[in-house]
């Protein structure tokens, strides 16, 4: 029910999928995350699409992101390549219907019932990009040469995390040679260039300070705000009595290895389930430098003497200070371990109930 199947791919099968996916759509309603994170709703219903209720068991199992807990992208691309698909194939699906049932085959004609009501349950469905980028213009001052914008990205980490990335920065029109952001001939409507999306795409992984420093680096432009909004890790467990599967690398940090540990206890049969989601913001205008995150400090604890000094001269440099911060969603048998976490650690978390 449970398996490595390639790097860092472990596959689910029924029921077991569709429980976990049921838990993860708990944990996510539980979570009351804001607009820093990727959007709900329509992760919600990437999570239910895949259920074995919604595809009438069309797929035997589903693949999860074995570090991170989550879906990874042959999942959420599948139920978006369905939709796809889907669209243009109800149409034909009448004919073949009424062929299969002239000729009396039965087997075909389950199947085809099964595929139509499953691509009529995506139709209206908005699913979870895997990758989505945008600008918005916030102000164009022409007689200044400048513009502000505002950058959102959705995206699948490459560790398994899905994030939602928001940059606002102001740009000098007068130095184009690295030019991030275009206005149309109205100065009306921005769009990013290549610059900008091959710069953010490449550091979407990297936390909030690190990507505005590296974004300072180009010039012409001021970097006014970095926010990170992080769904992921999601540490789960599911015992049915008979065999328990789990979350097949759960990874390194303080969480990871607690929670290994609590393993080695039996726990209460059915899913047991630890999401995490992360905020990260580096800004001009943040008051308190503070990390409230009990598994990422901020980075001038973790520098050497010598880079210390450099990063003064850098902080120096931009004016901006840092603030993170990670709430938690529980099964109630876990919630000690969290909990242990966060006071080993000294940070005052949010730690919600997974609701039964």
Same mark, same amino acid.
């Given at each position: ?106 087997? +075909? ?56 990335? +928001? ?53 012409? +432009? ?90 003064? +001269? ?43």
């Amino acid at each position: 029910m449970s398996e490595l199947v390639a790097l860092h791919t472990q596959a689910l099968r029924e029921p077991v999928a569709s429980r976990y996916l049921e838990g993860l759509g708990r944990a996510l309603a539980a979570s009351r995350i804001n607009k820093s994170f990727p959007e709900r709703r329509p992760l919600e219903s990437t999570l239910q699409a895949l259920r074995a209720d919604s595809h009438e068991g069309l797929y035997e199992s589903i693949y999860v992101d074995s570090r991170a807990g989550l879906p990874n992208l042959a999942s959420f691309t599948r139920v978006l390549s369905d939709r796809e698909v889907g669209l243009d194939a109800v149409g034909r699906m009448g004919s073949a219907e009424e062929l299969a049932a002239r000729q009396h085959e039965a087997e +075909v004609f389950e199947r085809l019932g099964r595929k139509r009501r499953y691509f009529e349950l995506l139709r209206p469905l908005e699913l979870a990009p895997v990758d989505q980028h945008r600008v918005l213009l916030r102000r164009h001052e022409p007689e200044q040469s400048r513009a502000s914008f505002r950058v959102e990205l959705t995206k699948l980490l490459s560790d398994g995390c899905y994030v939602r990335v +928001v940059i606002e920065l102001l740009q000098r029109a007068s130095l184009w040679s690295h030019k991030l952001v275009q206005l149309d001939a109205a100065g009306e409507v921005a769009e990013g260039t290549e610059a900008l999306r091959g710069m953010v795409y490449r550091f979407a992984a990297y936390d909030a300070e690190t990507l505005f420093v590296r974004l300072h680096e180009l010039e012409g +432009v001021t970097v006014e705000r970095v926010q990170r909004g992080v769904i992921g890790p999601a540490l789960w467990a599911f015992s049915d009595g008979a065999e328990q599967h789990q979350v097949a690398e759960p990874g390194q940090d303080v969480l990871a290895r607690a929670w290994t540990r609590q393993l080695a206890e039996p726990l209460p049969p059915g899913l047991q389930l630890v999401v995490s989601f992360a905020s990260d913001t580096a800004a001009i205008d943040v008051r308190d430098e503070l990390s409230n995150d009990p598994l990422s400090p901020l980075l001038s604890s973790s520098l050497t003497e010598q880079e210390r000094a450099r990063y003064r +001269v850098l902080r120096e440099r931009h004016a901006f200070k840092v603030f993170k911060d990670r709430k938690f969603v529980v099964s109630d048998a876990l919630r000690p371990v969290v909990e242990g976490v966060c006071a080993a650690a000294g940070t005052k978390n949010l730690i919600y109930a997974l609701p039964r």
